[in-house]
């Protein structure tokens, strides 16, 4: 009687794993509206990047694109960036900034 028992409960057991779940299908995800709107960039940060109205998304790849033309990136330590004279005013007068600090300088600069 054990012995029935135990095989009762692998096929239960088995029933369980063998069950999937529907497979849901992909959807497209909305950008945000919020990093999509446009912000107008002080005067000092127009001068690195432009000065018209962009979502905050455009001006993060403009003031990379300026760093990495402009080779701003401390070759030992990747996540520094030196500033020129352009961006000093945007980083608050500091001489170096880590990049995760300079998203927060920026910020300050859009309205």
């Known amino acids: 009687m054990a012995t029935k028992k135990k095989a009762a409960t692998k096929k239960?057991?088995?029933?369980?794993?063998?069950?999937?779940?529907?497979v849901k299908a992909k959807v497209k995800r909305k950008p945000n509206a919020a990093f999509m709107k446009p912000m107008?960039?002080?005067a000092s940060l127009g001068a690195v990047?432009?000065?018209g109205?962009?979502?905050r998304t455009e001006v993060t790849k403009k003031i990379w694109a300026y760093i990495k033309k402009n080779k701003l990136q401390d070759a030992k330590n990747?996540?520094?960036?030196?500033a020129d004279d352009k961006l000093k005013d945007v980083f608050s007068g500091?001489?170096?900034?880590?990049?995760f600090e300079m998203t927060k300088l920026v910020s300050k600069h859009l309205k």
């Not at 990747?78 to 030196?82: F, K, P, Q, Y």
């Not at 500091?94 to 990049?99: D, H, P």
């Open 12 to 22: 239960t057991a088995s029933k369980k794993t063998a069950s999937k779940k529907p």
């Open 78 to 82: 990747r996540r520094m960036i030196n």
């Open 49 to 51: 990047i432009g000065a």
């Open 53 to 55: 109205p962009m979502p």
């Open 40 to 42: 107008t960039p002080s």
């Open 94 to 99: 500091k001489k170096q900034v880590s990049m």
